[in-house]
């Protein structure tokens, strides 16, 4: 063998290693340019939730707040720890108010609060009346089925195949399940799903998850919250 490299070969090498990597690094961001926004949702660490509201079950647990002065009443969606939902806390605190603290998870007008302390008000019972559904009709959405929870911004993207065991670890768990339309109805893309009965979804959504879907159901306002009660008899996936 010879002690140098030809220069021919020298000059071929140089000019292959600068391609190489110039065609990695275009691969790179071909492959990353395909890829969906991940969004800006996140926990909100710096903005701590404690409020005092009325806890139903709609059919997931959620916290009805009363207006004050101009802000209007809301509903919060609510998870648990890690992938757990609140259904106990939420049952054995329905009789009266309550105070609730915890983090928001907020992605644009989608937030759910992660529970970390429910404590009743004391000598004291539902300090208001919470408003009825307000029906808006049937409709039919297209959209994915994904959990609140990871969506609104615990995990990023929260959504598509490659969340898709993660997202049913949690609905298992009881995180309320959320359909993200491609569609708004009044302004809002984000509805707490239920079946068409309006109680809890089993495993009949678990084939229709992290998929593009289309589904009709009724949708109603609750508060500043849509739910969307889906029936999944007219379910089909578009893609």
């Known amino acids: 063998y010879p002690n140098k490299v030809p220069k021919p070969l020298q000059a ?51 916290l009805r707040v009363p207006a004050a002065g101009e802000t209007p009443a809301r509903t919060y969606m609510l998870a648990g720890q890690g992938k757990r939902g ?14 609730l603290r915890g983090v928001p998870v907020s992605r644009g007008d989608l937030t759910m609060i992660q529970v970390g302390q429910i404590s009743p008000v004391e000598g004291k019972s539902a300090a208001f009346i919470p408003s ?6 049937r409709w039919k ?11 609104a911004g615990a995990m990023r993207p929260g959504r598509g195949l490659a969340h898709k065991a993660c997202a049913d670890l949690c609905l298992t768990g009881g995180i309320p399940p959320v359909f993200v339309s491609s569609g708004a109805v009044a302004g809002r893309s984000f509805f707490l799903m239920a ?45």
């Open 86 to 99: 609140v259904f106990e806390q939420a049952e054995a605190n329905r009789a009266g108010s309550v105070t």
């Open 195 to 239: 079946d068409r009965d309006g109680n809890l979804l089993g495993n009949e959504i678990d084939p229709l998850l992290a998929l593009y879907v289309e589904v009709e159901g009724e949708v109603e306002r609750l508060d500043d919250l849509m739910v969307f009660k889906a029936d999944l008899s007219t379910a089909r996936v578009l893609k």
């Open 132 to 137: 009825s559904p307000v029906p808006l009709g």
């Open 12 to 62: 071929f090498l140089g000019v292959f290693t600068v391609c190489f990597v110039a065609g990695l690094g275009l691969a790179a961001f071909a492959l990353s340019s395909t890829q969906s926004d991940p969004g800006n949702g996140a926990f909100q660490w710096g903005n701590r939730f404690e409020n005092v509201g009325v806890l139903e079950l709609r059919p997931y647990p959620v």
């Open 141 to 151: 959405l297209t959209g994915e089925i994904c959990d609140g929870k990871c969506y």
